[in-house]
Nanobody, 124 residues
Framework: QVQLVESGGGLVQAGGSLRLSCAASGRTFSSYAMGWFRQAPGKEREFVAAISRSYGNTYYADSVKGRFTISRDNAKSTVYLQMNSLKPEDTAVYYC?????????????????WGQGTQVTVSS
């Protein structure tokens, strides 16, 4: 089992940047594929980015491709989401999630563990 704690959210102007972090407990972080999802008010939770557990293969939603970068540091049991060129439509609660598999997926119901979320607000 793994516990996830996100940090780094906040208020930023359009065009700005934020870096989200997700710290995981436990000794087996490297065995988990990791993902970031977000949920805006009145909308369903949606996939943002994911990274494989070992080789760092990355996947992105089309809406963030070229602006967001997911990375991980297995020694620190942490996954990051660097968000650049932020837009007001990126405003949401951002969640990290873990999946004990080498397979990376983009569907939220396939992730087993979730953090509590961190709010990102982008003003226009």
């Amino acid at each position: 089992q793994v516990q996830l704690v996100e940090s780094g959210g906040g208020l930023v102007q359009a065009g700005g940047s934020l870096r989200l972090s997700c710290a995981a407990s436990g000794r087996t972080f490297s065995s988990y594929a990791m993902g970031w999802f977000r949920q805006a008010p009145g909308k369903e939770r949606e996939f943002v980015a994911a990274i494989s557990r070992s080789y760092g293969n990355t996947y992105y939603a089309d809406s963030v491709k070229g602006r967001f970068t997911i990375s991980r540091d297995n020694a620190k049991s942490t996954v990051y989401l660097q968000m650049n060129s932020l837009k007001p439509e990126d405003t949401a609660v951002y969640y990290c999630a873990a999946r004990p598999s080498f397979l990376v997926v983009t569907t939220d119901h396939d992730y087993n563990y979730w953090g509590q979320g961190t709010q990102v607000t982008v003003s226009s």
